[in-house]
């Protein structure tokens, strides 16, 4: 438990027989106070050897319910240490072990910290010129706060006695096997795990991968204040062999915020062989920190080339069909034609053309990699995680896509004037204009078929910067292969199938695939988010695409300049509407965290002196859903809630659960919603009506 803060007396103003009880109660308590916790000096060898260095550790022995505090406290101040060594020997900083959370009698979260008997491991280095033979005292001071209901600093002279030998003793003291459980209680990533972190807004996403063992109940506890000690921590591992952790960002935090580090602590064990609760976590924001990072695991090797060999696959596909799109394949033999009437009969000549047609769209590709990059280089402030862990960036990729894919089914056209544009593309002459005509060939096909290019986009966002360079560079490739092949085989024109209705009809069959990946998305959102959270993405995306058809109903070419305002700034507030109702939104100190319901978990909390909350509901209820909108998403009500500890129970009956019917049967209700509401003394529940205010519920509770 954390201090409390008191209101400051000066001393002039305080009777000098007050002020002296005061100090005299001071100095009681704090003598008082040194008995909940005793620090000693101790080492697992009785002998050590010059020129070497070895481990000591402050061992801290906490009375029943008092604690101390971690290198991050969350509240309080960390264990410290003031040496005073023989002139030549030296100690490191405190090589803190993986910590526990710290609760007050409530359950409340107030720290982080150790609890019965902890050893705070020094690495102390021996002098060359230690006399081999002599005995050596180390000496130094320890400061500490100690907790239970109240906070009381503590300090205690520490010293260890050793012997210099020609080299270090076995395990030889009393405490050497006891040390060890905080000296090998972290560890490295172990091979073939990875670690990835993305900070979003208010959200820290953490993503441990390749790690087939059970993680159990694992809470990170960050080494900074960066992450917000006392609010809770989602955990995903729906996913095999991976471990997703929403952590919260603390609003007060003030520093760079540039990379996470801490330890990842869980009930079991990161090691089969031994006893080792926590895992060292040190990764920049968007880049992967893994135990392989230098020599690399063969396997996770072929496996992201595997991967990104697919990527390269799909993207030159994907540019091939660019060509398909109706705005740029009528202009593709016109083109080549151009190239020939430039070059006369010189294939030579033709064929430079090609070649410098896709230099042209290489570049531009190269251009728009290069755009990206700079974005990405600025991701956090400009709030993109640029991962799909992070649920802003799935919601506006899912919101791209369908935009595209309702174009591709003719609800509205991109690039009006595109056809023009490609129609004009055989009127510049040399080379200099094959090269642009290349860079406009490229801005004609991503406006009329950019949901091909989206994927695409979403794949380079997600890789390193030199990995989505080489992705644009295949769609560069996939673009211009037929300009460059027909340029070096003219006679091949004669082959191509003629423009027509067929092209159309194309286009509006690969809008299909699109929305199967927006339904994708929407599926990985709603596993980043609440409930509330995902059934708004979905109503968000519906209203953009209520914008779209808007735009495509009113701007349509040939429109009247007043249709086409309403189309333009019509569909413009739409997509704005739909944009805020969806965009995802990290949840707020005080928001409630829901448990389980069961008879056992009501029952617990009454013994321990809690108000329950439960709420018997389902997703298809719609009443549930405008009663969590109207109560849940008051400030009042959720504030009530986290200061006076209730406990909050979800009785979800979205499936059929045989437990849940049988409750709601022994109320004598058969549907939902249903509320009830627990307080500590009553030896019944109240029952609250169907439609919820924050008032009816706060006046159940008070």
């Known amino acids: ?32 106070g040194q008995d909940q916790v005793k ?16 481990t000591a550790a402050l061992r801290l022995e906490h009375q029943d319910h008092w604690h101390t505090y971690w290198i991050n406290p969350g509240t309080g101040y960390p264990t410290s240490i003031e040496w005073d060594l023989p002139e030549g020997w030296s100690a490191s900083e405190i090589q803190w072990p993986a910590p526990i959370i710290i609760r007050d009698s409530h359950g409340t979260i107030t720290g982080n910290g150790y609890e019965g008997v902890t050893y705070l491991p020094v690495s102390i280095t021996v002098p060359a010129n230690a006399a081999m033979g002599s005995e050596v005292t180390l000496k130094g001071h320890a400061d500490w706060l100690m907790c239970a209901d109240v906070c009381i600093p503590g300090d205690a002279a520490i010293e260890l006695k050793l012997t210099i030998a020609a080299s270090h003793s076995g395990f030889d ?5 006891a040390m060890k459980a905080d000296l090998f209680s972290l560890r490295r990533l172990p091979d073939g795990v990875s670690a990835f972190a993305v900070k979003t807004g208010d959200s820290i996403t953490l993503t441990l991968s390749g790690y087939d063992g059970a993680i159990e109940n694992p809470w990170f506890f960050a080494s900074d204040a960066l992450v917000q000690f006392d609010l809770p921590q989602t955990a995903d591992q729906s996913t095999p062999g991976e471990l997703v952790l929403t952590l919260p960002v603390s609003e007060f935090y003030d520093g760079a915020g540039d990379r996470l580090i801490g330890v990842l602590r869980q009930d079991g064990s990161w ?37 990104l060999l697919g990527t390269l696959a799909f993207a030159f596909v994907g540019g091939l069909i660019l060509n398909l799109m109706p705005c740029v394949f009528p202009v593709l033999g016109i083109k080549i034609m151009g190239f020939v009437n430039q070059a006369g009969e010189d294939r030579r000549k033709v064929a430079l ?35 799909l862990q992070s649920p802003v960036f799935v919601f506006i990729l899912a919101a791209i896509m369908l935009v595209f894919a309702l174009a591709m089914s003719g609800v509205f056209e991109f690039g009006l004037s595109a056809t023009g544009v490609g129609a004009n593309l055989q009127s510049k002459d040399g080379l200099t204009g094959s090269f642009f005509t290349g860079v406009l060939a490229t801005v004609v096909a991503t406006p009329c078929s950019a949901p091909f290019l989206a994927p695409a986009l979403g794949a380079a966002l997600a890789l390193p910067t030199g990995q989505s360079f080489i992705v644009f560079t295949a769609i560069a490739v996939g673009l211009s292969m037929p300009y460059l092949l027909l340029s070096l085989f003219p006679d091949a024109i004669k082959i191509l199938p003629r423009p027509g209705a067929w092209m159309e009809t194309f286009k509006q069959v690969m809008a299909f695939p699109l929305y199967g990946t927006v339904g994708a998305l929407v599926w990985v959102l709603s596993g980043q988010t609440s409930e509330g959270g995902s059934l708004n993405a979905i109503l968000g995306l519906t209203v953009i695409a209520m914008a779209v058809w808007l735009y495509g109903r009113y701007a349509k070419f040939g429109a009247k300049p007043s249709s086409r305002r309403i189309g333009i700034w019509g569909g413009l507030a ?20 829901w448990e389980k319901w069961s008879p056992e978990a009501i029952a617990s909390a009454q013994a321990e002196g809690h108000p329950v909350y439960v709420d018997f509901t389902a997703r298809w209820c719609a009443t549930c859903q405008t009663n969590k909108k109207i109560v849940f998403g ?29 409750e709601l049967a022994r109320w004598g209700r058969s549907a939902v919603p249903f509320n009830l509401v627990y307080l500590p003394e009553a030896a019944e529940p109240q029952i609250l009506p169907e439609l919820l205010t924050p008032g009816i519920v706060l006046e159940a509770l008070e």
């Not at 409390?4 to 002296?20: A, D, N, Q, V, Y």
Request: hydrophobic residues 45%; glycine residues 8%.
């Open 634 to 662: 008051s400030d009042e009500v959720k504030k009530y809630f986290r200061d006076n500890n209730v406990v909050t129970l979800k009785a979800d009956w979205t499936k059929k659960d045989a437990k849940i019917t049988q």
């Open 353 to 387: 053309h090609g070649w410098v047609f896709s230099l042209g769209v290489l570049s531009s590709f190269w251009t728009l990699g290069a755009v990206l990059a700079v974005l990405r280089a600025g991701g956090d402030q400009l709030g993109w995680g640029f991962q």
């Open 173 to 177: 003291t009393p405490h050497a096997e």
């Open 574 to 593: 739409v997509l704005v509407a739909g944009a805020a109702l969806g965009w995802p939104r990290s949840p707020a100190p005080t928001d409630i965290v």
């Open 1 to 32: 438990m954390g201090c409390s803060s008191h209101e400051s007396i000066h001393p002039f103003l305080m009777p000098k027989r007050i002020l002296t009880f005061f100090f005299a109660l001071l100095t009681a308590v704090t003598a008082f």
């Open 271 to 307: 090691d089969n062989d031994r006893e080792i609760p926590g895992l060292i976590i040190d990764v920049v924001f968007g880049e992967m920190s893994a135990a392989t990072i230098d020599s690399g695991s063969a396997a996770a090797t072929a496996a992201t080339t595997g991967s």
């Open 39 to 54: 620090a000693s000096l101790v080492s697992p060898h009785s002998a050590v050897a010059p020129d070497s260095t070895f």
